[in-house]
């Protein structure tokens, strides 16, 4: 078996598909419908040909009902996926206007976008067998949820990770009003240290959790930690943050956990 | 021209999906399926260009040595006693809220019946992507603008009456 089959094709039960199929609708879900106003948002025209802006008002507000509804749907059926997927492409980007700063990819739904493309193209799951045709859609969906880290690490350089830079981070944050513990890692040259260096590890940790069962269990609880830390201390909240709930084994059972376990 | 172009690396996976289920999984198919989503992502992350959604996520990607030069305007609600609140804006739409703190207060008390962030959800709405400060006072009669910068807080707009 080749490293790419290893990777890719290893079998996985339905229920895994399952699993990834509901934290990746319930996560799409829980921020439209905290985006009402996805629909009556006037977009920038130069932009519309790229995402479908095209109609008016009256259809869009038919549009958001409709991605909802596929949203739904999608946890029983790939064609709604398909069409949810298609619905979150048109919606997704203007929730930028609707939330604080950032561009699209700073807000929840990216990943999102790409997983339901993914999750439409799964065999039926329902009396199905573990298949190897059930496992490469969990590592794209994994692979879509990881790829922030490692690409903000390519935008930032390694230069970006270190203490003082961590610390100026932490004063722009406190002097825009957002950060009410900021002065932790302001006062703190050492905790300034370790948040660059450890960033830098869970960064670039997260892609080799999407192919190492044993990476994902020390890189992604990190990463959770650092999120939930991030908030206090700079501000700034990951709204895709509850994906990583996809790297869970769902594969696993309690049965074989014990066995493996006694053994 | 460049803006279509942009949609390809999308429109290129859901094509190549719809091959894996019309050769019913073909272990080759697959494989295009799989080489598309991984290639379109590297070509976005590592050459650091916008194929939304495979994108380059350059998050707060600057050196933030330039720190001290940082601007932020902060809204802050006062009640009927003159005490002030801070002022979560987040339920509201942004551009409704925006509208109403650059055109007029009067526009501030029909915002709620607009459709607001928090109108389906409630608290358990999903937040901005920055952590803001306290809730919406709808029954404020002044808004106060602040400014925040290295040298202090200033304020620098006062809107509706007492």
């Avoid at chain 1, 490293?3 to 598909?17: G, H, L």
């Avoid at chain 1, 999102?112 to 794209?140: E, H, K, N, Q, Y």
Wanted: one cysteine or more; a positive charge.
């Amino acid at each position: 078996m080749t490293v790419w089959d290893r990777v890719f094709f290893a079998p996985a039960p339905p229920r895994a598909i399952i699993a990834t199929r509901i934290i990746v609708i319930a996560h799409a879900l829980w921020i439209v419908l905290s985006r009402p106003g996805l629909w009556s948002v006037n977009p920038p025209r130069e932009l519309a040909a790229r995402f479908g802006w095209l109609f008016d008002p009256a259809i869009e507000r038919v549009l958001f009902i409709a991605l909802i509804a596929l949203l739904i749907a999608a946890l029983f059926s790939r064609v709604a996926s398909f069409g949810a997927a298609l619905l979150l492409y048109h919606f997704a980007p203007l929730e930028e206007a609707l939330a604080h700063s950032g561009d699209p990819f700073m807000h929840g739904l990216t990943a999102g976008v790409l997983a339901l493309a993914v999750l439409a193209f799964v065999p039926r799951v329902r009396g199905a067998a573990p298949s190897p045709d059930f496992r490469w859609p969990i590592v794209l969906v994994r692979f879509a949820v990881a790829a922030p880290y490692l690409f903000s690490v390519v935008a930032k350089g390694i230069g970006w990770f270190t203490g003082p830079n961590i610390a100026d981070v932490a004063r722009t944050f406190a002097l825009i009003g957002v950060a009410p513990y900021a002065s932790v890692v302001i006062d703190h040259a050492a905790i300034a240290w370790l948040i660059a260096i450890g960033w830098l590890l869970v960064s670039i940790g997260m892609p080799l959790a999407v192919i190492s069962r044993r990476v994902a269990v020390v890189i992604v609880p990190l990463a959770a930690l650092a999120h939930i830390a991030a908030i206090p201390l700079f501000g700034v909240i990951w709204l895709a943050a509850p994906l990583l709930l996809v790297f869970v084994d769902y594969s696993a059972t309690p049965n074989s956990s014990a066995h493996r376990a006694s053994a | 021209m460049l803006t279509l172009l942009r949609v390809a690396p999308f429109a290129l996976l859901l094509v190549a999906g719809i091959a894996v289920v019309a050769t019913k999984w073909s272990r080759r198919a697959v494989n295009a399926f799989i080489a598309v989503f991984v290639g379109a992502s590297c070509v976005a992350g590592f050459a650091q260009r916008d194929l939304w959604p495979f994108s380059p996520y350059p998050v707060i990607a600057e050196s933030a040595s330039r720190w001290r030069e940082s601007v932020w305007y902060e809204v802050r609600a006062v009640d009927d006693a003159g005490v002030e609140h801070p002022f979560d804006a987040s339920p509201f739409t942004r551009s409704s809220f925006e509208r109403a703190v650059t055109r007029s207060w009067p526009a501030v008390p029909a915002t709620p019946r607009t459709i607001s962030n928090d109108a389906l959800l409630g608290s358990f709405a999903a937040p901005d992507s920055l952590l803001t400060r306290g809730r919406p006072l709808k029954d404020a009669r002044v808004l106060r603008i602040y400014r925040h910068d290295v040298n202090g807080t200033a304020l620098v707009r006062e809107y509706g009456s007492r």
